[in-house]
């Protein structure tokens, strides 16, 4: 069993930052890539970016390409999800995804697990 806690949305202004973290929780050895979807108001939800935790490999959504980063800290069993330059159409809510591989997880995005979501709302 596979917890997974996102942590870091909240309200920022127009051109702002953030940063998400997702904490892997509980028996992590088969997780083996995390992506980051997110759903907005009236709209399906979408993977926007990936890592594959062996090799660090990425895909990142052409929406976010250049301004969001994904990276890991293998040790602390955590991902992060650098957002910079923040439009308000990046408002939704984000969850953090895990799987047992990149291909599973990161190319047709059918993770095992998720977790509940963290509220990112950029104004005007």
């Known amino acids: 069993q596979v917890q997974l806690v996102e942590s870091g949305g909240g309200l920022v202004e127009s051109g702002g930052s953030l940063r998400l973290s997702c904490a892997i929780r509980?028996?992590?050895?088969?997780?083996?890539?995390i992506a980051w979807f997110r759903q907005a108001p009236g709209k399906e939800r979408k993977k926007i970016s990936c890592?594959?935790?062996?090799?660090?490999?990425?895909n990142s959504h052409d929406s976010v390409e250049g301004r969001f980063t994904i990276s890991m800290d293998n040790a602390k069993h955590e991902v992060y999800l650098q957002m910079n330059n923040l439009k308000p159409e990046d408002t939704a809510v984000y969850y953090c995804?895990?799987?047992?591989?990149?291909?599973?997880?990161?190319?047709?995005?059918?993770?095992?697990?998720w977790g509940l979501g963290t509220l990112v709302f950029v104004s005007p």
């Open positions: 890592i594959d935790l062996d090799d660090g490999g990425t």
């Open positions: 995804a895990a799987g047992r591989g990149f291909f599973e997880t990161c190319i047709i995005a059918e993770p095992d697990s």
């Open positions: 509980g028996f992590t050895v088969d997780v083996k890539a």
